[in-house]
């Protein structure tokens, strides 16, 4: 008897004759009906439209980043360089207590020569005689300490250079950036003999060539 409740196998019946042929009916597995592949092409053309959907999307970004990055990087280069070239530079200045006062304008930095130079007034009562001048301290020694032993007569000026090698900026733009810095000196008043004093002068000046 052919088993077609549980049809989970090939069977083979014996039909009889017909025309003096016998002949055998095949019956098939219920999934034997069906091409094992139509399943798996199914599958495959899903899965290839999900692949074709995330092509699309990532195309899309693509040419999005690339119509609109290109601006997008070129405003953000001018930002920056409207904010460097716009950055707020420190004023001009030159600042000693008494018995000195510093001429102002005359501040200048070099920038080939790493030399600072202004002129400064004695506005005391006596003479003064510049000892020693120095481009920093600290704390223990003056950095490029030079002796000059220069006298300024009581409402004399005299130009101050002090050498400032390796305290500039290489990279810093000439007539817009502002050197800033502490510079030191000694000096003694009155008649010889008298124990030196030291002050500190503080100098914002624009670079020169």
């Known amino acids: 008897m052919i088993d077609l409740l549980h049809p989970s196998r090939s069977e083979r019946v014996e039909e009889g004759q017909m025309k003096g042929l016998k002949?055998?009916?095949i019956i098939f597995n219920r999934g034997d009906l069906v091409p094992k592949n139509e399943s798996i092409l199914k599958k495959s053309k899903g899965q290839a439209n999900i692949k074709g959907q995330e092509n699309a999307k990532g195309q899309a970004a693509l040419e999005y980043l690339m119509?609109?990055?290109w601006a997008i990087a070129?405003?953000?280069a001018i930002i920056a360089l409207l904010m460097?070239?716009?950055r707020p530079q420190p004023i001009e200045t030159c600042q000693i207590g008494q018995p000195f006062e510093c001429v102002q304008g005359t501040q200048v930095v070099y920038k080939?020569?790493?030399n600072l130079s202004f002129v400064l007034k004695n506005v005391g009562y006596e003479q003064i005689t510049i000892a020693m001048t120095a481009c920093g301290y600290n704390g223990t020694d003056y950095t490029n300490p030079e002796i000059i032993n220069k006298n300024i007569?009581?409402?004399g000026a005299f130009p101050m250079s002090f050498n400032c090698t390796g305290q500039i900026d290489p990279a810093a733009r000439v007539g817009t950036d502002v050197f800033q810095?502490?510079?030191?000196m000694t000096y003694t008043q009155g008649s010889y003999g008298t124990p030196p004093k030291a002050t500190t002068i503080r100098v914002a000046a624009k670079y020169s060539p």
């Open 23 to 25: 002949t055998t009916l």
């Open 67 to 69: 119509t609109y990055g």
């Open 74 to 76: 070129v405003v953000i």
């Open 84 to 86: 460097f070239i716009a």
């Open 112 to 114: 080939g020569t790493a």
């Open 153 to 155: 007569s009581v409402g």
């Open 181 to 184: 810095k502490e510079v030191y």
